[in-house]
């Protein structure tokens, strides 16, 4: 059952347990999926946090929340992208990311809800790749999202990443692979739901491309569960996952 408070995610009748990492003691269990592009990750993350009621954190809707509130702070374009300013404000900002039975979150930044403002913005997106592109501010904003998961107040939280340079300590890594031709049924899938055409050939090269790219930042190690997924649907991939989570807490 959950309680919800302002900042903090607590569980009505459970006891939260100590999990010590490698940088933080913290009480909260930590759970990382990872997956290549196409899969879905952040889907699967959501519904594996509803199923075993931990905490979901949208990793990109933070980083996109930082970059919002920086573009508000910063009066043009081209102050904004000085990667002085923009490091300044994400070293000041104080984040929050609590529990919402509707959106299964909400994001504060310096006390104000923005959740909506990040969902509703696509640019937003391409405004943070391209911030990203500078090392020491890309490392600013991922460092601040790992402060974000390990200082968080829930009994356990869950993540995902589609290989990104995100460095979190973590009790539970999980990697999620499946061929290729699984990962363009998802896409096609994906682009149908919202009335969008895809070239299947630019697809291919693409998922393939980013792979070889990938492969360069990689953070899985000899801990990292690694679960196939081909042809796996939803339900199964979550049971699947909640069971790596109970083997890791017995």
Do not use: W
Not at 57 to 76: C, D, G, R, Y
Not at 205 to 211: C, F, P, R, V, Y
Not at 222 to 242: F, G, Y
């Amino acid at each position: 059952m959950f309680v919800a408070k302002r900042g903090i995610l607590t569980f009505r009748g459970i006891q939260p347990r100590l999990f010590s990492t490698s940088n933080y003691l913290s009480t909260t269990h930590i759970v990382k999926v990872e997956a290549p592009l196409g899969i879905g990750s952040g889907t699967i993350a959501r519904a594996l946090a509803k199923k075993v009621e931990y905490q979901y954190i949208p990793v990109l809707e933070i980083l996109k929340a930082i970059v919002f509130k920086a573009t508000n702070k910063a009066p043009s374009y081209k102050h904004m992208m000085q990667p002085e300013k923009i490091l300044n404000f994400i070293r000041d900002t104080e984040i929050e990311c609590i529990y919402d039975p509707k959106l299964d979150y909400k994001i504060f930044v310096d006390r104000d809800d923005i959740t909506a403002a990040t969902l509703g913005l696509k640019p937003l997106a391409a405004i943070t790749k391209r911030l990203q592109e500078t090392p020491s501010v890309q490392k600013a904003l991922l460092d601040r999202v790992a402060r974000v998961i390990c200082e968080h107040e829930a009994q356990g939280v869950v993540f995902s990443t589609y290989m990104t340079r995100l460095q979190t300590p973590c009790d539970v890594s999980i990697f999620l692979q499946a061929d290729l031709e699984t990962r363009m049924k998802l896409e096609m899938r994906r682009a149908k739901a919202k009335n969008l055409n895809i070239d299947l050939e630019k697809l291919r090269n693409g998922l393939i491309h980013h792979d070889k790219i990938s492969k360069t930042f990689s953070t899985l190690d000899e801990n990292t569960q690694i679960l196939d997924i081909s042809n796996m649907k939803l339900a199964h991939i979550v049971r699947k996952c909640e069971d790596i989570i109970k083997k890791s807490r017995s």
